[in-house]
């Protein structure tokens, strides 16, 4: 399952990011675009990761595409 939309995180709750989600059962990576700096956007990879914690597998990577910051993530569903 893929989806898309805008939303905020707990992050910054005044930063609205474009987040491009892609699920199955067992795995889910995004990308989340709207940073205002490169170091806004390696603050939040380093937030998210910590928020998923060991058991998920988390990782998240901060990538620069046509002058914008892009984290993209991936994580388990589930640390069974």
Do not use: H
């Not at 067992?26 to 956007?41: I, K």
């Not at 939040?44 to 998240?60: L, N, R």
């Amino acid at each position: 399952m893929k989806r898309k939309y805008k939303s905020t995180t707990d992050f910054d709750t005044t930063l609205e990011l474009s987040i491009m989600e892609s699920m199955n059962d067992q795995y889910t990576s995004s990308w989340y675009e709207g940073f205002v700096s490169e170091e806004q956007a390696k603050q939040f990879a380093t937030w998210w990761e910590e928020k998923w914690g060991w058991g998920y597998s988390p990782s998240a990577k901060v990538r620069e595409e046509d002058g914008k910051f892009i984290v993209r993530t991936s994580r388990y569903n589930s640390c069974d």
